[in-house]
């Protein structure tokens, strides 16, 4: 049997003594590692984080953190080969993994540069002017970001998990906080080999990197203010872990991103064969196969003008018609598995619940025939493209299939369009695909305030899009509502989310004093 996989607690590696919970391959079923967490030492955890990783990391000006983050992405490029190798058993192709792996390094040597460039000298953040507050001048306040004295519990989904860790570690660093990683138990071994490099490189001050797999309720009992949960993930553990005494009574500071109903939006000029309308088609065939569908910003919605519908449909069956589903270490495949069998179930039932409001018109969710893989051991699944012509039905806008679906439903004009943009209740990214401004501008206008992000994609940027579903260091990822309602990335806004807003007050000489020190 596979080896349980040790966590990193209070500075020694650890490894549970019961049997734990079993992990396969996403596409031959095979063991690839077991994951319990039984008996290890929460307290400990957080009090190694607290007393030895923050005041480690404290001690480190911005550029000095910044530099610690640039050494340990140029190390993990050097060691991507491996994570690649291992990322194959989540079921990702080797494109998918470059989103997740590079993608994850890139987002670290981001905030090296952020850090380098954005951040002051010292290791005090200003924010805004001198405000004077009385007649005489003597008197003022300025407000200054200090790092939190706690610690950052990363609690996150199995989709992403070398980019989901760094994207939160980097800005934590850069701040001065300490973190502790609990991945996903379904990929928790990919995560376990990037945070062993990285310990093993010993580039990160002891304590400013604790790693936990398996389950993570121990933890939380630690926590209150000063500390951060930082949660990826459904909506339903969010739910739960915003209802925890550690949130609630001990005010934790806490961040959700959860899932979300995204939508692309067809503009009414696009014709057929035309830039806008190939961009589009692209576009929602892209987010439907890449991670075979499983993004938290993929296109669940594709909003087409009536007219338009029959055409979209016919392009993007033509499109998935030629994806190749199966085990993604065969060249030939591009698309593959969904990461477990208890996963491409759950999307089963999300499709049949989809197909209640309209018709599969590509794809059947139930029959796969998966190049160099048993379909019975693998958790394969064919996109399936759903139609419903009746866009006030309500399965659309509130079940997310986790997987590679998505659902073409026509509007009649931009206020419609917008209206139903809103019906996902909140969203990560919404698609504008048009090259009518006064489109744009009408459906930018009423959709921006149900979405994180929102992309206006044409002719003048394709060529340069980083497209509907990337999150970028620089901006911000997160969105209203049933997206969570949180916030992350975003340049320097990221690194503050770890840090406390302190007003001061006193004369302007003493705050000139204390900032010049920073
Ligand atoms: P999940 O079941 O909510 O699990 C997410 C994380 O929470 C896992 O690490 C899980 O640990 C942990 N967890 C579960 N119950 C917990 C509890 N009671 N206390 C503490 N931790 C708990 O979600 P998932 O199935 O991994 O991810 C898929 C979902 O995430 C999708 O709905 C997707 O839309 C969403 N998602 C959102 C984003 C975003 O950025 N907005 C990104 C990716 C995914 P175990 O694995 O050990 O159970």
Request: hydrophobic share 45%.
């Amino acid at each position: 049997m596979s080896e349980l996989l040790a966590s990193y607690v209070a500075g020694a590696w650890y490894t549970a003594t019961d049997e734990g919970r079993v992990v396969a391959d996403a596409s031959t079923g095979e063991t690839v590692a077991r994951v319990s967490s039984s008996g290890f030492d929460a307290r400990a955890m957080v009090e190694h984080a607290r007393r030895v990783g923050g005041p480690a990391l404290r001690r480190l000006t911005f550029p000095e953190r910044a530099a610690l983050l640039k050494t340990l992405a140029a190390q993990l490029s050097e060691r991507k080969d491996a994570y690649y190798e291992l990322s194959y058993a989540t079921g990702a192709t080797k494109r998918d993994s470059a989103v997740d792996i590079d993608g994850g390094i890139g987002t670290t040597f981001a905030f090296a540069g952020i850090g380098s460039r954005e951040l002051p000298e010292g290791k005090l953040l200003v924010d805004g002017d001198l405000v004077p507050m009385g007649k005489q001048g003597t008197f003022a306040g300025r407000h200054v970001y200090t790092p939190l004295p706690g610690v950052v519990l990363q609690i996150n989904a199995f989709n992403f998990p070398v980019w989901g860790m760094l994207e939160k570690l980097a800005p934590a660093l850069l701040a001065g906080m300490p973190s502790i990683v609990k991945p996903a138990t379904q990929t928790a071994y990919l995560t376990a080999a990037v945070v062993r490099d990285i310990i093993d490189a010993g580039v990160l001050p002891e304590g400013s990197l604790q790693m936990l797999c398996g389950d993570a309720g121990a933890l939380l009992a630690e926590l209150g203010g000063g500390d951060v949960i930082a949660f990826t993930g459904s909506a339903n553990t969010a739910a739960t872990l915003r209802g925890h005494d550690a949130v609630v009574r001990r005010a934790a500071r806490f961040n959700a991103e959860t899932d979300s109903l995204n939508c692309c939006i067809l503009g009414p000029d696009a014709a057929a064969g035309g830039d806008e309308f190939d961009l589009f088609v692209k576009e929602v065939a892209r987010e439907m196969t890449v991670k075979a569908g499983q993004k938290c910003t993929a296109i669940r919605r594709a909003l087409v003008p009536r007219p338009a519908v029959d055409a979209v449909v016919d392009a993007l069956q033509a499109r998935l018609g030629r994806v190749v589903v199966g085990n993604p270490r065969s060249d030939s495949v591009t698309m593959g598995a969904l990461v477990s069998v208890g996963q491409r179930d759950e999307v089963r039932d999300a499709v049949s619940a989809l197909a209640q409001a309209g018709q599969v018109v590509s794809g059947d969710a139930l029959k796969v025939e998966p190049v160099d893989a048993d379909p019975q051991r693998g958790a394969f699944i064919a996109p399936v493209l759903l139609r419903c012509d009746d866009a006030s039905r309500a399965e659309p806008h509130t079940v997310e299939a986790f997987g590679p679906v998505s659902t073409v439903m026509p509007y009649s004009d931009a206020a419609e369009a917008v209206d139903i943009a809103a019906r996902g209740s909140g969203s990560l990214v919404g698609s504008v695909v048009s090259h009518d401004m006064d489109f744009v501008r009408e459906v930018v206008t009423g959709a921006a305030p149900h979405h994180g992000r929102v992309l206006v994609l044409d002719r003048d940027c394709a060529g340069e899009s980083t497209g509907h579903g990337t999150p970028m260091p620089q901006l911000v990822h997160g969105g209203p509502g049933r997206a969570g309602g949180g916030e992350e990335l975003g340049g320097v806004r990221a690194v503050k989310h770890f840090m406390q807003r302190t007003a001061l007050q006193g004369s302007p000489a003493a705050l000139e004093a204390l900032v010049a020190a920073g």
